[in-house]
């Protein structure tokens, strides 16, 4: 029961957050508002309020920029809520302050707005913990999301400058940077040790079957 529980209340405030972007989305394209001044401005003390409010802000011209990051924002959250609830809401938040500083110091004189930032940190995050940890169905998610919007991997590369690269690449390295130093923080679930590693740990030493069979 506890577990239902703790999956509907994940997939409720996720639902809920994304529910909020569509609202100011809609706001900010139904009364003309100028929003993006609310997006990051690199190496700017106004644009240092981006930091904070450019994941919520999309573009009003294209809805395809909300869109395009509502699925994987949607899944990869559940992801790492349902994965790695000791420590989410730690990740969530530090991929959402540290990719906004990094791109505010090294992101091109432009507005940068838009969740990207956020789930390219959690798609690395999420696959690099699997590498780390070693733990194929983090990996598998990961690489689900990836299959599906393939063109995520590229979006680390300057191909289009319409397009805010540096929030992608930023977020991916903070993802990357979060894999490593949490590699030791418990997971929701942990990898079962095979009995010869418990075995190694202990300091038991292996049967010889041979020797066992010459006694014999």
Known sequence: MKEIFDVFFKSFWILLFLGFLWLI????????LNLN??????????GLIGIFFSPIIHSKQNINHLLNNSFPFLILSWALFYFYKPIAWKVFIYSWIFTGIFVWISGRNA?????SGVIYSLLFFIFFSGVFRKEIR?????????????????GIFPYDWTVSFESHFFG?????VLAFFNR??????KVEKTQWEIEEELG???????????KE
């Open 111 to 115: 507005y940068h707005i838009g969740m």
């Open 138 to 154: 983090l990996m598998t998610v990961a690489l689900l999301v990836v299959f599906l919007y393939g063109s995520m991997v590229w």
């Open 204 to 214: 038991i030493e292996p049967i010889d079957f041979e020797k066992e069979i010459e």
């Open 184 to 189: 030791k923080n418990n997971a929701t679930f």
């Open 172 to 176: 991916a390295l903070t993802g990357v």
């Open 25 to 32: 989305h809609f706001i900010n394209s139904y009364f003309d």
């Open 37 to 46: 001044e609310l997006g990051i401005l690199p190496r700017n003390f106004k």
